[in-house]
């Protein structure tokens, strides 16, 4: 089983950017589509991005569509989120996992989350 390490998260102003990587234990020889989510408080997770096993698919929730860029590297088994124009309605815990991807959603796979990544947009 897949284990992930998000990184990246801070604090921002609104109108300001962040990456987040989440780095694989590995990727299997297939390579994995990856998903990242996020927690804001007192809420589920929600899919924000997703991209399959040779980005050849990605998806991106109508809330981040135009702002945020997923993206991959597979030699180093480790997958993007480029967040241009952060909102405070971006405020959460973003998470990575293994995912089912398609063009118009995400879904979680795999076992528990990791430990997440915080972003906070504020002024």
């Keep these: 089983q897949l284990q992930f390490v998000e990184s990246g998260g801070g604090l921002v102003r609104p109108g300001g950017s962040l990456r987040l990587s ?4 590995a990727f299997t020889k297939d390579y994995s589509s990856i998903g990242w989510f996020r927690q804001a408080p007192g809420k589920e997770h929600k899919g924000v991005s997703c991209i399959n096993s040779r980005a050849g698919v990605t998806y991106y929730a109508d809330s981040v569509k135009g702002r945020f860029t997923i993206s991959r590297d597979n030699a180093k088994n480790t997958v993007y989120l480029q967040m241009n124009n952060l909102k405070p309605e ?14 118009r959603g995400t879904s979680k796979t795999g076992g528990s989350w990791g430990q997440g990544t915080q972003v906070t947009v504020s002024s």
């Design 90 to 103: 971006d405020t959460a815990v973003y998470y990575c996992s293994t995912a089912h991807c398609w063009d």
């Design 22 to 25: 989440c780095a694989a234990s």
